[in-house]
């Protein structure tokens, strides 16, 4: 599977996941750049152009990704952390409180305690460590020949609306569910309190050419023949909130994202496990795994409002008009009055 989430969204900790099913093991291949092509046969193989990780400090604890702590337990340049008295690091969420009478100072160079109104390290800060230290590097994570694709998946921070997970109909609607991706805000690009962003394809601050014409690119990859075998597309959301209380997410993420990755898995084998609604296939009731999880409901993790939608798809609309124009390929506009109609028989 490959994943593409804006920064700050859990691309690391989902490419190291440490999985809380029974049953399950994952291997990493990298957590940031995958250059994909077509072999021979038609299927989609990709390689992980970096040797290292560059992950967002502030969050990553033993509990949340300890494939992490692992990878950054020596040979690793950390920047914008705060630092210790006896010459470690700190930041925010560590989890791992300094020894009595060491001191910390922050990103900024200051004295800094616990409570202190500033973070101790930047909210973007970052670790560089090496992939060879992470301990459960894919075999085959340096193979020229690339691992194969069956998966897409995209996603990013909503804290309402947005199912936990829902497949695309087509690689044609990938493409748009990629294009119309969006985001609150994070430290990493622009942080601007939780304004709700456009993100298309998670590649918003790193598009090198028109991005229509990417657009264009992906779905001339959906027309290849020859027997090519098309990955298929989905979209996660772990960022789900409560409304009655807003702090608190839905859904308890991290290793438990490895139930999402399993229905996925079996949507891939031909499982009939999934229901359509006017965004997506999304998991039928009693088909995502919820055993274990005290609280958490189906229907709180699966609700496709048809007010929420309509707002979204007329926010896309304004969006690819403004940003895109005449340069938008028409299959995408199709595919956004495709879910227009479809919202309107709801």
Known sequence: MAAAFPSACGKTNLAMLSPALPGWRVHCVGDDIAWMKFDDEGRLRAINPECGF????????????????????????FTNVGHTSDGGVY??????????????TSWLGKPWSPGDPEPCAHPNSRFCAPARQCPIMDPAW?????????????????PRGVPLVFEAFSWRHGVFVGSAMRSEATAAAEHKGGRILHDPFAMRPFFGYNAGQYLAHWLAMGERGGG???????????????????????????GHNARVLAWIFGRLEGEDNAQATPIGWVPREGALDLRGLPGVAHRDL?????????????????????????????????????????????
Not at 142 to 158: L, N, T
Not at 315 to 324: D, G, I, K, S, T
């Open 91 to 104: 930041w925010e969420g560590l989890d791992q409180a300094p020894p009595p009478g060491v001191t910390l």
């Open 142 to 158: 340096e193979d020229p020949r690339g691992v194969p694709i069956d998966a897409i998946i995209f996603g990013g921070r909503r």
């Open 54 to 77: 560059f992950g967002v400090a502030p969050g990553t604890s033993a509990k949340t990704n300890p494939n992490a702590m692992a990878a950054v337990s020596r040979n690793t340049i």
């Open 302 to 346: 699966f609700e496709v409002g048809k007010e929420f939608w309509e707002k979204e798809a007329r926010e896309l609309r304004a969006y690819y008009e403004e940003n895109f124009g005449e340069d938008l390929p028409r299959e995408v506009m199709a595919e956004l009055e495709a879910l227009e109609g479809r919202l309107k028989k709801m």
């Open 228 to 254: 090519a075998r098309l990955p298929r597309f989905f979209h996660v959301n772990w960022f789900l909130r409560d409304p009655a209380r807003p702090q608190k997410f839905l859904w308890p993420g991290f």
